[in-house]
């Protein structure tokens, strides 16, 4: 007899519950390991003092300041990553010459770490806000690539074949077919993509920056500011939750025929 | 792009004209020759295969699994290159896909973010056909495949039945001069199956539209078709063309008299024997 079967669905209400669980756990482990004073506040701020962090750091207007000069750079870099590696993706994914002329080389540039090229794009660019989205665009750009492109092969053949002989030129296929049935799968790359301009972001303003979520991480921790700097670390993952949270609720409104980006 | 390289140089259209042996046929395979690289240098696929189906016919093409049957008929739509020999579709050779070949495949190929009836009209869009005629046009094929009730419905929402008879219904709106059929009912149980058969069937007796339809069940190609072809084994060539002299309105009872039962053996053995040689 099996008890426990795999992928055996559970209720919305049963997931919520179990999700909330968990944060819930983790908060109060770290609460009663700070309190009970096991570990030194300087190596683990308690809850309160993170709490006590954020209301002077709001009433004082730097974390405002500092958030919204880091979702700028974000919206920058990753904007410019999306708007020209989505039709690049797409002409790898779709035709063996520009597949041939830009995989390989893609393929190369990703495994660089981007933060060993923050030196050079100071050299290049200076400390200036080009400076930051530079990085989140090298970050994301050739992986968004390579994703889009497989997005674009996932396609079945035999659906562009139906549009062939329903009368389409290639044009009509790629604009009309390929594109439409891959936007699902897009929108999930999108939303993975965006997961890692965050990380990027953070790179680039721990090396070069005087404002941002990132150097407050960084000057915080010059001065042992542990609490400050649980405080931006918990608030770069709470950004980062909502912003995946957006890109799939839209994914679930814009493509109500795809469930869950899968083909149908 | 050019998907079908000619070897020899156009024929002036009286040569052609000879060429094809009948006047009404509306898909001429001649000496068709296909062959794949291979690790050992090439590997012949398809032999000298020569095939003709008339205006309004309803040819299948059976054969073991391997010949080659799908790839005839992918050539023949011009999604795959032929390595040697000639397609003609009504005096003129192909030069890749068209919409003058429609083709119903064996994997789902609806538009899943279209509705049925877009699906449908897909073809007729394309065209820039106006408004008013590609809704007359839906309605008549919705009410063909029995899906009026369906047409604002997603692919999603369908049986796998019903979206190859959607498939069916896209392809025909579009008035083809051939509807190219590759083992559309293969994924079925055997009901919905028999069902669609009896419902093709109908569809040809009704609107007489040329068809040429690959299969791997030979009681489908009997029950369906006016002639078969039977294809051998590596390399693909034809060893038999059957003329199905059965009666013209066909009922799935057709499929228990003694006539069918003959005759579906009859095919059989042609393929059998090609097993086990």
Sequence with gaps: MIKVKIRKPISRKKYLLLAAAAFLTVFLVWSAVSSAGMVKEIFLPRPSSVLRYYLTAVSDGTLWENTKISIIRISLGFLMAVVLGIPVGILVGTFAKTEAAVRPLCEFIRYMPVPAFVPLIMVWIGIGESAKVAVIFIGTFFQLVLMVADDALSVPGDLINAGYTLGADTKQAVFRILIPAMMPRLMETLRMMIGWAWTYLVSAELVAADTGLGYTILKSQRFLKTDAIFGGILLIGLLGLVTDRIFALLNKKLFPWAKGGRQV | ?277
């Excluded at chain 2, 391997?66 to 020999?85: I, N, P, W, Y």
């Excluded at chain 2, 509705?115 to 839906?138: D, H, S, Y």
């Excluded at chain 2, 019903?162 to 083809?176: D, E, H, T, Y």
Aim: with cysteine.
């Design chain 2, 1 to 277: 792009m050019r998907w079908f390289k000619k070897k020899e140089k156009e024929l002036p259209p009286r040569e052609r004209h000879i060429e094809a042996n009948l006047a009404n046929s509306t898909v001429y395979v001649k000496g068709l020759y296909k062959e794949y690289p291979g690790k050992k240098g090439a590997v012949t696929a398809m032999k000298d295969v020569e095939i003709n189906v008339l205006e309004n016919d309803f040819v299948c093409i059976v054969g073991p699994s391997g010949c080659g049957k799908s790839t005839l008929l992918r050539m023949v739509a011009g999604l795959e290159e032929a390595s040697g020999g000639r397609i003609v579709i009504e005096d003129n050779d192909i030069i890749g896909p068209g919409e003058d070949r429609g083709m119903v495949f064996q994997s789902y190929t609806l538009f899943p973010w279209m509705t049925v009836e877009e699906n449908i009209k897909f073809g007729l869009k394309l065209k820039k056909m106006p408004e008013g005629e590609q809704e007359k046009i839906a309605d008549k094929y919705l009410k063909t495949i029995k899906l009026e009730k369906f047409r604002n419905r997603y692919p999603g929402e369908l049986s796998g039945g019903m979206k190859q008879r959607v498939a069916i219904a896209r392809a025909l709106a579009n008035s083809p001069r051939v509807l190219l059929m590759d083992e559309p009912f293969s994924a079925l149980d055997p009901q919905t199956k028999a069902d669609m058969q009896l419902l093709m069937r109908q569809i040809w007796q009704e609107e007489k539209p040329t068809v040429l339809f690959v299969t791997h069940d030979i009681e489908e190609a009997v029950f369906l078709s006016n002639k078969i072809y039977v294809l051998t084994s590596r390399p693909g060539r034809v060893k038999r063309e059957v003329p199905v002299l059965l009666p013209y309105h066909r009922e799935l009872e057709l499929k228990d008299t003694e006539a069918f039962i003959r005759l579906r053996k009859e095919v059989n053995g042609y393929i059998e024997h090609e097993k086990f040689a």
